[in-house]
């Protein structure tokens, strides 16, 4: 079945420690974004890509970094994770122009 | 800007009962979806209905419907018939502003169905 997938579904990490978080993507949709949501908060966008085209959230820290390196792929940086950063992250997609966007089960990421 | 706002932060219901979830928001487009996500714990977060705002008929999805109020601004979910893996988060959420496809989420409503 088409589907979002991240991995890991669990990240520990220590405190300043970089960490990678993954998305992969069997839609064929051109747009993917991520979240990132803290405990019975609603999800918060940090950033999301139009095909190559990288749409950065204002506020989104400097900390967090994303890269794309072809369609079905899309990566979550986070450079140097403060105790603040555990939160579970959510990629989403959705094609141009449609109104559904499509979520992956997330990665739940601590920090130690 | 938009804003969704969940004034609801908990509701239980008995399993097999009625309930609805209300949801507000705000929006200067005139064109607009409105969505009803599901977030049950520990699993991903799927769509539970959608609703195109140029369209009066209101949404249904077997169990789940939607009451559109568009001059009222409201997007309240019913989920008749509620079953145990019912129990979830409840986000509603807008979209507007296309080619830029942003959500705006509310803040969720956690839904317990009691046995």
């Known amino acids: 079945d088409a589907m979002v997938i991240q991995n890991p579904r669990y990240q520990v990490t220590q405190f300043g420690k970089p960490v990678t978080l993954s998305c992969s993507q069997t839609l064929n949709h051109n747009v993917m974004y991520w979240y990132q949501q803290k405990s019975s908060q609603a999800p918060k966008l940090l950033f999301h890509y139009y095909d190559k085209d990288f749409n950065n959230e204002a506020d989104t820290p400097d900390n967090f970094q994303s890269r794309r390196p072809n369609t079905s792929f899309c990566f979550l940086d986070i450079r140097s994770p403060g105790l603040g950063d555990a939160a579970m992250y959510l990629c989403a997609t959705n094609r141009a122009g449609e109104e559904t966007q499509y979520f992956g089960p997330g990665t739940r990421l601590l920090v130690l | 800007a938009q804003t969704v706002t969940q004034s609801q932060p908990e509701m239980s219901v008995q399993e097999a009962e009625t309930v609805t979830l209300s949801c507000t928001y705000d929006?200067?487009?005139?064109?607009?979806?409105l969505f009803w996500y599901k977030q049950p714990p520990s699993r991903q977060m799927i769509l539970v209905i959608r609703?195109?705002?140029?369209?009066?008929q209101n949404a249904t999805e077997n169990r789940f419907s939607v009451n559109f109020q568009k001059a009222a601004k409201s997007f309240s979910l019913k989920i008749s018939d509620s079953q145990l893996g019912d129990t979830a988060m409840y986000f509603c959420a807008s979209l507007s502003n296309f080619g830029n496809e942003k959500l705006t989420f509310g803040t969720g409503t956690r839904l317990t169905i009691i046995p």
């Open positions: 929006t200067s487009e005139s064109n607009y979806y």
């Open positions: 609703q195109e705002a140029y369209k009066q």
